[in-house]
């Protein structure tokens, strides 16, 4: 999976560029604030339909223009493929596959798979549950594009039901048992989804992490469910479900005393161990960062293991993070196969020999 070209018209700070690209890595060099990273964003909207940091579609016009419009051609198992994106300010849309028109940015999801490392991602581990569930949920959804309509409906029900928990409806107690039957239906779909992918994925992070220790360190990973049970990666889904709405229910005078939903996937977490300890309690930094990149270097290869094919990878400006020995392993296993983007401010020693380099100036590209 690469792509070959791409056209970008008024997308963030550039008004009309056409880049064709190499199967290989590519190297976007210049300034801070040129336009390294929209490039980047570009691409990645052609695959997950959003933002790189949930910035609001309309942000990503250029500020004097009314729309923007990105069209690639993305080679897929030897065939060509067109990625067209259309959107204004009046957020109309179209989204277009091979000539066939789409409803929704999630019609994306699937179809052309990137995996994103940003100097951001190395909070990973010691950052708050939200991101680790977020990591998750974005690689599950590229896996199993409807499990993001389950994580959307899943949320307009807590949203629907922490509403609820404010009011003081005489029908309150029966209208929580509508929403509790609904939350539990998806709660446990989507906690068995995570469960079963990262059940996949710490097999390859385990691996990843022991050549980059030299076989030094153990790294295991837990996923952290409210459900008492304690080995719920056994459950059935519909053990699971059963068990969701049991709790559900011995929650609700917690509940309602603090107005919100205190259980269910959206207070789920993932816990990453080395040598059976904490990683984001006890780890050094050496450690957290080589956690998380053996849990991105586990991302392409779950990819390559479920789909066949590895996905288009973009660094963010992440190399320079990196001590010798972990960048030099990064490079390693991307050189000659996988399609790489990669932004610096610098063209340094270790991207001696790549011949794909871009220069950003000020929204422009100089080849």
């Given at each position: 999976?690469?792509?070959?070209?791409?056209?970008?018209?008024?997308?963030?700070?550039?008004?009309?560029?056409?880049?064709?690209?190499?199967?290989?890595?590519?190297?976007?060099?210049?300034?801070?604030?040129?336009?390294?990273?929209?490039?980047?964003e570009?691409?990645?909207?052609?695959?997950?339909?959003?933002?790189?940091?949930?910035?609001?579609k309309?942000?990503?016009?250029?500020?004097?223009?009314?729309?923007?419009?990105?069209?690639?051609?993305?080679?897929?198992?030897?065939?060509?493929?067109?990625?067209?994106?259309?959107?204004?300010?009046?957020n109309?849309?179209?989204?277009?596959?091979?000539?066939?028109?789409?409803?929704?940015?999630?019609?994306?999801?699937?179809?052309?798979?990137?995996?994103?490392?940003?100097?951001?991602?190395?909070?990973?581990?010691?950052?708050?549950?939200?991101?680790?569930?977020?990591?998750?949920?974005?690689?599950i959804?590229?896996?199993?594009?409807y499990?993001?309509?389950?994580?959307?409906?899943?949320?307009?029900?807590?949203?629907?039901?922490?509403?609820?928990?404010?009011s003081?409806?005489?029908?309150?107690?029966?209208?929580?048992?509508?929403?509790?039957?609904?939350?539990?239906?998806?709660?446990?779909?989507i906690?068995?989804?995570?469960?079963?992918?990262?059940?996949?994925?710490?097999?390859?992070?385990?691996?990843?992490?022991?050549k980059?220790?030299?076989?030094?360190?153990?790294?295991?990973?837990?996923?952290?469910?409210?459900?008492?049970?304690?080995?719920?990666?056994?459950?059935?889904?519909?053990?699971?479900?059963?068990?969701?709405?049991?709790?559900?229910?011995?929650?609700?005078?917690?509940?309602?005393?603090?107005?919100?939903?205190?259980i269910?996937?959206?207070?789920?977490?993932?816990?990453?161990?080395?040598?059976?300890?904490?990683v984001?309690?006890?780890?050094?930094?050496?450690?957290?960062?080589?956690?998380?990149?053996?849990?991105?270097?586990?991302?392409?290869?779950?990819?390559?293991?479920?789909?066949?094919?590895?996905?288009?990878?973009?660094?963010?400006?992440?190399?320079?993070?990196?001590?010798?020995?972990?960048?030099?392993?990064?490079?390693?296993?991307?050189?000659?196969?996988i399609?790489?983007?990669?932004?610096?401010t610098?063209?340094?020693?270790?991207?001696?020999?790549?011949?794909?380099?871009?220069?950003?100036?000020?929204?422009?590209?100089?080849?």
């Amino acid at each position: 999976m690469y792509i070959k070209k791409i056209h970008v018209n008024n997308f963030r700070n550039y008004k009309n560029i056409d880049i064709e690209f190499k199967n290989d890595i590519n190297i976007f060099l210049g300034n801070n604030a040129q336009g390294k990273t929209n490039l980047l964003e570009a691409i990645y909207f052609l695959s997950l339909g959003k933002s790189l940091r949930n910035y609001h579609k309309d942000d990503l016009i250029h500020w004097d223009k009314q729309y923007f419009y990105i069209k690639s051609i993305v080679n897929i198992n030897d065939k060509d493929n067109t990625i067209e994106i259309g959107y204004n300010r009046n957020n109309r849309k179209v989204i277009k596959i091979n000539g066939v028109e789409k409803r929704s940015f999630n019609d994306l999801l699937g179809f052309f798979n990137v995996v994103i490392f940003a100097p951001e991602d190395l909070l990973l581990v010691k950052g708050s549950p939200s991101l680790r569930r977020n990591f998750l949920d974005q690689e599950i959804s590229q896996l199993v594009p409807y499990y993001s309509k389950l994580l959307s409906d899943y949320n307009k029900i807590v949203i629907s039901r922490n509403k609820i928990l404010k009011s003081n409806k005489a029908d309150l107690i029966k209208t929580l048992d509508i929403f509790d039957e609904q939350l539990s239906n998806l709660a446990s779909e989507i906690i068995k989804k995570r469960i079963d992918t990262l059940d996949k994925l710490k097999i390859l992070a385990s691996l990843t992490h022991r050549k980059l220790t030299d076989n030094q360190e153990n790294l295991t990973i837990e996923y952290l469910s409210y459900l008492p049970e304690r080995d719920i990666q056994k459950l059935s889904k519909q053990q699971i479900r059963e068990s969701i709405l049991l709790n559900y229910k011995e929650n609700r005078k917690k509940d309602l005393e603090i107005r919100s939903t205190s259980i269910g996937p959206h207070r789920d977490d993932i816990q990453l161990n080395i040598d059976n300890k904490n990683v984001r309690k006890f780890g050094s930094q050496g450690q957290q960062r080589t956690t998380v990149l053996s849990l991105k270097l586990a991302e392409l290869e779950l990819f390559m293991s479920q789909k066949g094919i590895y996905p288009v990878l973009l660094l963010d400006d992440v190399l320079s993070e990196l001590d010798e020995k972990r960048r030099n392993y990064l490079i390693k296993n991307i050189k000659d196969k996988i399609q790489t983007f990669i932004t610096t401010t610098d063209k340094e020693d270790y991207l001696a020999g790549f011949g794909n380099i871009f220069n950003v100036n000020n929204g422009n590209i100089i080849f």
